[in-house]
């Protein structure tokens, strides 16, 4: 007599799907967010033919600038080939030494607004999966 009982009950239909690999189930999948903070830097970049582009469904590429000569863990923020800002310097050494480490991360625009000549992004800083 088996007195075993699973915590989970399991479909033995979605079981035998799942061993033949008829379809994946990626539970762990999930977008991490890391930081939430202002773009730096926006009020010295020229970013008049980019601007309307820049919305909240773009992702802004990071890329780091080890040889910056203002900051050593300095993250360049990119949109195409446009470098729109900064990842803030008093918060960028961490993500600097993950990225140096191999993990990638991406930006997300959750708002902008324009103060004077200065376009302000707010932005959301997400770990790759």
Same mark, same amino acid.
């Given at each position: 007599?088996?007195?075993? +009982?699973?915590?989970? &009950?399991? #479909?033995? $239909? ?5 061993? &033949? $690999?008829? /379809?994946?189930?990626?539970? /762990? ?5 890391? @930081?939430?903070? @202002? %773009?730096?830097?926006?009020? /010295?970049?020229? @970013? ?14 990071? !890329?780091?600038? $080890?040889? #910056?000569? *203002?900051?050593? /863990? ?8 446009? =470098? ?6 008093? !918060? #960028?050494?961490?993500?600097?030494? @993950?990225?140096? %480490? $191999? &993990? +990638? *991360?991406? %930006?997300?625009?959750? %708002? !902008? ?8 992004? +707010?932005?959301?800083?997400?770990? =790759?999966?």
């Amino acid at each position: 007599m088996n007195d075993v +009982q699973s915590l989970v &009950k399991v #479909n033995p $239909g979605l079981l035998g799907a799942l061993s &033949k $690999g008829a /379809f994946s189930l990626d539970v /762990f999948s999930r977008q991490v967010l890391v @930081l939430e903070c @202002l %773009a730096a830097g926006t009020s /010295f970049r020229k @970013l008049d033919e980019v601007q309307d582009d820049l919305k909240e469904t773009v992702h802004l590429q990071m !890329k780091r600038e $080890g040889k #910056n000569e *203002f900051d050593e /863990f300095a993250i360049a923020l990119w949109y195409q080939h446009t =470098k729109v800002g900064y990842i803030p310097k008093e !918060k #960028n050494e961490v993500l600097a030494r @993950l990225m140096d %480490a $191999g &993990k +990638q *991360f991406y %930006a997300t625009i959750s %708002a !902008k607004e324009m103060e004077g000549n200065w376009l302000k992004l +707010q932005i959301k800083v997400m770990l =790759k999966d």
